[in-house]
Nanobody
Framework: QVQLVESGGGLVQPGGSLRLSCAAS????????MGWFRQAPGKAREFVAS????????NYANSVKGRFTISSDNAKNTVYLQMNSLKPEDTAVYYC????????????WGQGTQVTVSS
């Protein structure tokens, strides 16, 4: 059974940094896209970044491009989201998700981790 467990959220001042982790288990994820999504209060969930695990190709939302970096550690079966130059509008619950390469929807989701950017 696939499990995705996020960690690393917290409270940070504007301009600060956080690194989120997503520990994945239950299968081999070589043919999976791993994604980070976020949902702010009263807003729809939105895509943040994704990585094709076995190849390393990445994709970012325009709102985070140049500030966030997604990466993976195959040995630890973990995906990371390094977030720099954080803004108050980055405040949200951040979710890790996984989908097979040929799938159109993300199938597996973590429980989420809260990120709050405030002075």
């Amino acid at each position: 059974q696939v499990q995705l467990v996020e960690s690393g959220g917290g409270l940070v001042q504007p301009g600060g940094s956080l690194r989120l982790s997503c520990a994945a288990s239950g299968r081999t994820f070589n043919n999976y896209f791993m994604g980070w999504f976020r949902q702010a209060p009263g807003k729809a969930r939105e895509f943040v970044a994704s990585i094709y695990w076995s190849v390393g190709n990445t994709n970012y939302a325009n709102s985070v491009k140049g500030r966030f970096t997604i990466s993976s550690d195959n040995a630890k079966n973990t995906v990371y989201l390094q977030m720099n130059s954080l803004k108050p509008e980055d405040t949200a619950v951040y979710y890790c998700a996984a989908r097979q390469v040929m799938a159109t929807e993300y199938t597996y989701w973590g429980q989420g981790t809260q990120v709050t950017v405030s002075s």
